[in-house]
C-alpha cells in the first residue's frame, strides 16, 4: 500500500458529463501529481500541485482542471466528456515535489465514457 | 523537452535467465532518471533510481540498472528472472535542471518471463 488514496475506483458516465476524481496523498508530503493512462497514449503527465499552488503543467486539456486543497488533498475536474477521455487516471504524490524524488501512487481511478 | 523511449513493446525471458529491458532518454540537462512497475489492476511501483554517482544503481525485488551518459540509457537489469517479475515497466526521466518539470514516462515495456 503506497498510503495514496485514490476515489472511486471506477467510473462510468456518459459523453458530456462532468466527474470530480479526488486523491489524498500520503501523510506529510505536500506535492501531488495527476497522469492519465491509456493504451494509445500510454503514461501522460497532467498537472502537479505543490501546497495547493501549481507547479508544473502537461497536457492537460482546457477542460480538465484541478486544485489542491489546504488540507492536500486534491481533485481532478473532468467537463464535457469525450468517449477518448476513458482511461485510469493516477494520482502520485512526494514529499516537497523536488525533481530527485520518488513518486508514489495510488491505484488509480477507472473513468469509462459511454 | 524532455522524453523517454522503450523500443521494446515486450521482451519475453525464460525464468532463471538474465533480464534486461531498455530506456533511452533526453533532456537538456542532467538527467535524473526512475524505472517504476506496474502489476495489473494496481498503481506505479519506485524500483530504482539514478541522481548521481555510482553510474550502476541497484534497486527493489533484485533489480538494478545502469546509467550511460554517452549512450543516454538506463537499462533495467537483472541476473535471473523470476516468474513474478512479469509487470509493465515504465522508465522515466526528469531534468534535474529545471524546477517546475515533472517526471516524464516511457510507454511501458512489458516483461513476459515463462516457466
Known amino acids: 500500500d503506497s498510503g495514496v488514496t485514490q476515489t472511486p475506483k471506477h467510473l462510468i458516465t456518459a459523453t458530456g458529463q462532468r466527474v470530480t476524481l479526488r486523491c489524498s496523498p500520503r501523510s506529510g508530503d505536500l506535492s501531488v501529481y495527476w497522469y492519465q493512462q491509456s493504451l494509445d497514449q500510454g503514461l501522460q503527465f497532467l498537472i502537479q500541485y505543490y501546497n495547493g499552488e501549481e507547479r508544473a503543467k502537461g497536457n492537460i486539456l482546457e477542460r480538465f482542471s484541478a486544485q489542491q486543497f489546504p488540507d492536500l488533498h486534491s481533485e481532478l475536474n473532468l467537463s464535457s466528456l469525450e468517449l477518448g477521455d476513458s482511461a485510469l487516471y493516477f494520482c502520485a504524490s512526494s514529499e516537497t515535489g523536488a525533481t530527485n524524488e520518488k513518486l508514489f501512487f495510488g491505484s488509480g481511478t477507472q473513468l469509462s465514457v459511454l | 523537452a524532455q522524453s523517454v523511449a522503450q523500443p521494446e513493446d515486450q521482451v519475453n525471458v525464460a525464468e532463471g535467465n538474465p533480464l534486461t529491458v531498455k530506456c533511452t532518454y533526453s533532456?537538456?540537462?542532467?538527467?535524473?532518471l526512475f524505472w517504476y512497475v506496474q502489476y495489473p489492476n494496481r498503481g506505479l511501483q519506485f524500483l530504482l533510481k539514478?541522481?548521481?554517482?555510482?553510474?550502476l544503481v541497484k534497486g527493489s525485488y533484485g533489480f538494478e540498472a545502469e546509467f550511460n551518459k554517452s549512450q543516454t540509457s538506463f537499462h533495467l537489469k537483472k541476473p535471473s528472472a523470476l516468474v513474478s517479475d512479469s509487470a509493465l515497466y515504465f522508465c522515466a526521466v526528469r531534468d534535474a535542471n529545471q524546477a517546475g518539470t515533472a517526471l516524464i514516462f516511457g510507454k511501458g515495456t512489458t516483461l513476459s518471463v515463462s516457466s
Open positions: 539514478y541522481i548521481t554517482g555510482d553510474n
Open positions: 533532456v537538456s540537462g542532467n538527467p535524473y
